[in-house]
């Protein structure tokens, strides 16, 4: 790899908290690695991607502040599109839709988390693919005409990896560093952030 890779996660208001953050913080610690042991491969950058200029409040009151908006964003090697409450409105936005397809149409990789393949399937960028969401919402993405596939974490259809509700996105975006920098380098992520879940209660 010559260049860094450049990983671009959209931010809009209501945006889900960890739906962004996880996958945030898989990225961010690869580059730490990278800068760490001194690999020699150029370390991935990570941009915040607004929908509005300023502070974002998103669905749990966390107010973030984006790195650049939809029109100053740099090229992307990877687009991640959260979910959240704030999908609804985004996926009928057609500003905010046209420029999701247009990066999706030149990205290496297409993620997305939760709702965010609400968004995804109203861009026209999953049609014909395999998606999962959040479980509550796999019967509304499947009444749009989706093929949604459900009781997973995530799932890969070409270069389109959509990741089930909040902290899924975390598996997906450590897999995906796998795919992009090697499996050794992946553990090494998953090992620096502690990454070993053991939740306290069964979810079922």
Not at 51 to 73: F, Q, S
Not at 107 to 131: D, E, I, K, N, Q
Not at 166 to 190: K, P
Request: glycine share 10%; proline share 7%; net charge negative.
């Amino acid at each position: 790899m010559t260049k860094p890779v450049t990983f671009g996660l959209l931010v809009f208001p209501d945006v889900e908290e960890l739906d962004f953050v996880g996958p945030w913080e898989v990225f961010t610690m690869s580059a730490e690695i990278h800068r760490g042991l001194r690999t020699g491969v150029p370390e991935p950058v990570s941009h915040l991607v607004g929908t509005v200029a300023g502070p974002i409040r998103c669905a749990k009151g966390m107010r973030v502040l984006p790195d650049c908006t939809l029109a100053d964003a740099p090229p992307l090697d990877v687009l991640l599109v959260p979910g959240g409450v704030g999908t609804r409105p985004l996926a009928t936005d057609t500003e905010v839709l046209a420029w999701v397809a247009a990066r999706a149409a030149t990205a290496r990789w297409v993620t997305s988390v939760c709702t965010g393949a609400l968004v995804l399937h109203a861009a026209g960028v999953s049609a014909g693919r395999a998606v999962t969401t959040h479980w509550m919402f796999a019967d509304t993405l499947k009444a749009k005409g989706a093929n949604v596939v459900r009781d997973t974490r995530y799932v890969r259809d070409g270069n389109l990896v959509s990741a089930a509700g909040v902290s899924a996105g975390i598996d997906m975006a450590l897999w995906l560093i796998g795919q992009i920098y090697g499996e050794d380098h992946a553990r090494a992520v998953q090992k620096g952030m502690e990454y070993d879940p053991a939740p306290p209660y069964g979810a079922g």
